[in-house]
Nanobody, 123 residues
Framework: QVQLVESGGGLVQPGRSLRLSCAAS????????IGWFRQAPGKEREGVSC????????YYTDSVKGRFTISRDNVKNTVYLQMNSLKPEDTAVYYC????????????????WGQGTQVTVSS
């Protein structure tokens, strides 16, 4: 079971940026497809983005295309979600997890959820 830890959330104004980090201490993340999910109050958790092993392919849900970028730093064993031009509707708790990642889809296949990191976009 791969245990992941999310960080980097915070309170930002609309139009600003944040970078979320997903780290693992005992596993090499490049051996896994990793995805980001988010859950806003009163809403179901949704898949936001994912990156395949070796960074060969990435997926983005339509609402974040052109604004969010997922990437890996294998030296730091970390997956990032760069979020630009943030909107109030991006407000949610963000989670990372191991996934099945395709060019047009993301499917959770982890063994549980971490605590996530809160992102609040508000003026």
């Amino acid at each position: 079971q791969v245990q992941l830890v999310e960080s980097g959330g915070g309170l930002v104004q609309p139009g600003r940026s944040l970078r979320l980090s997903c780290a693992a201490s005992r596993y090499t993340l490049d051996n896994f497809a990793i995805g980001w999910f988010r859950q806003a109050p009163g809403k179901e958790r949704e898949g936001v983005s994912c990156i395949t092993r070796g960074s060969g392919s990435q997926y983005y849900t339509d609402s974040v295309k052109g604004r969010f970028t997922i990437s890996r730093d294998n030296v730091k064993n970390t997956v990032y979600l760069q979020m630009n031009s943030l909107k109030p509707e991006d407000t949610a708790v963000y989670y990372c997890a191991t996934v099945l990642c395709g060019r047009y889809s993301i499917e959770y296949n982890g063994a549980g959820w971490g605590q996530g990191t809160q992102v609040t976009v508000s003026s």
